[in-house]
């Protein structure tokens, strides 16, 4: 918006501009992060301290983030800060103790959670990520009973649940095959028939950048990026634009073909990597993406087959991590560690 008009009235009519403009812009951005929560991955040696962490994400309106550990540093970081919600996940390592014993179950949530419910607003625990289907899959499932009847017992307001990746699908296509692999009906089913009893979410990770990576001839970038409103895979009565919604379209019919109907589903990682693979991770590829992706929550639409069912979502991640495997994996981040800017700018 330009100020070119040299009149009084003009002038006055055109800072009326610039001053709502700005305001449904500030607007937009609190709405767009309260409802888009964010990653907050530590893996990497020059990070900013958690206090500084967690008043950047008031900064943006952030009310919704995911930490992959009970880390002690960023939980009381958070104390005091109740509008945001934080899921919490359980080391993958720490399984095997936690499945064997239920008085081990207690001890961690009595070291790991209790000091913080005063203060923390803690939405979610989560037994493991991405381990189902895999060798220690089966330590998922007793690990949530024994924590899920903790706090019922204690009438606490904790969802507990498990992350898992698309890596259970043995079929995704078209979204109405998605069926899982034999390892996952097995290791996944009886997690979600679990879940089922108290309609407790499902956290799934989404990664369109990947089927495209592996196939961009096939899988256009402007299906991938949410960049195309034409219809550019027909499934029966259901027309998918983009491949955000196939993938979690076929998560959905893969459970309903193990008989969970309806289970809520939460994107717990989205996201694109912003360089380490050439011209398919670009800066502006990956905000299109994620830009794309909050004005797909924003739109309330939901997919194809639970429409007007919100999608709730955690983008992937907050910073660009050092200490993870070098090329894309270390750019996925939002925001540059050091200096805290963002890498292209979305909220
Ligand atoms: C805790 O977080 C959840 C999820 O973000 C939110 O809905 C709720 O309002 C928060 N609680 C408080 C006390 O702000
Ligand atoms: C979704 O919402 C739209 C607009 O409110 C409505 O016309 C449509 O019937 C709804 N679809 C379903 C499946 O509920």
């Known amino acids: 918006m330009t100020c070119l008009k040299k009149t009084l009235f003009f002038l006055l009519t055109c800072i009326a501009n610039l001053v709502s403009y700005n305001h449904n812009n500030v607007g937009l951005r609190n709405v767009a992060a309260s409802n888009v929560g964010l990653n907050y991955g530590l893996l990497g040696d020059n990070l900013p301290a958690p206090p500084e962490v967690i008043n950047l994400y008031k900064s943006l309106g952030i009310t919704k983030i995911r930490?992959?550990?009970?880390?002690?540093?960023?939980?009381?970081?958070?104390?005091?800060?109740?509008?945001?919600?934080?899921?919490?996940?359980?080391?993958?390592?720490?399984?095997?103790?936690?499945?064997?014993?239920?008085?081990?179950?207690?001890?961690?949530?009595?070291?790991?959670?209790?000091?913080?419910?005063?203060?923390?607003?803690?939405?979610?625990?989560?037994?493991?990520?991405?381990?189902?289907p895999g060798p220690i899959g089966p330590q998922v499932l007793p690990v949530i009973q024994s924590l899920a009847n903790l706090v019922k017992s204690r009438n606490l307001p904790i969802s507990i649940t498990t992350v898992v990746s698309m890596s259970n699908l043995g079929q995704s296509y078209p979204p109405s095959a998605g069926m899982f692999t034999s390892q996952a009906r097995e290791q996944l089913t009886p997690v979600l028939k679990f879940l089922s009893q108290t309609s407790t979410p499902i956290l799934v990770n989404i990664y369109p950048y990947f089927p495209y990576a592996s196939d961009p001839v096939n899988i256009h970038l402007d299906y991938a990026t949410f960049s195309t409103e034409s219809v550019v895979v027909q499934d029966g009565p259901l027309g998918y634009s983009n491949i955000f919604d196939a993938m979690f379209d076929a998560f959905v019919w893969a459970m309903e073909k193990e008989g969970v109907?309806?289970?809520?589903?939460?994107?717990?990682?989205?996201?694109?990597?912003?360089?380490?693979?050439?011209?398919?991770?670009?800066?502006?590829?990956?905000?299109?993406?994620?830009?794309?992706?909050?004005?797909?929550?924003?739109?309330?639409?939901?997919?194809?087959?639970?429409?007007?069912?919100?999608?709730?979502?955690?983008?992937?991640?907050?910073?660009?991590?050092?200490?993870?495997?070098?090329?894309?994996?270390?750019?996925?981040?939002?925001?540059?560690?050091?200096?805290?800017?963002?890498?292209?700018?979305?909220?």
Request: glycine residues 10%; hydrophobic residues 35%.
């Open 261 to 347: 109907k309806d289970l809520p589903v939460v994107v717990s990682e989205t996201g694109w990597p912003s360089a380490g693979n050439g011209d398919m991770t670009t800066p502006d590829i990956a905000a299109t993406y994620n830009g794309n992706f909050v004005k797909h929550v924003l739109s309330g639409k939901g997919t194809p087959k639970r429409q007007n069912s919100s999608i709730s979502g955690f983008i992937f991640a907050t910073f660009n991590e050092n200490q993870k495997p070098a090329g894309t994996e270390q750019n996925f981040g939002l925001y540059n560690p050091t200096d805290l800017k963002p890498i292209y700018k979305l909220f």
């Open 67 to 132: 930490i992959f550990d009970p880390n002690t540093e960023v939980l009381n970081a958070l104390r005091g800060h109740r509008d945001i919600g934080v899921t919490v996940g359980i080391k993958d390592q720490d399984l095997a103790s936690l499945a064997a014993s239920e008085e081990a179950v207690k001890g961690w949530f009595a070291t790991n959670i209790e000091p913080y419910l005063a203060d923390v607003n803690i939405t979610f625990i989560t037994a493991g990520n991405e381990v189902i």
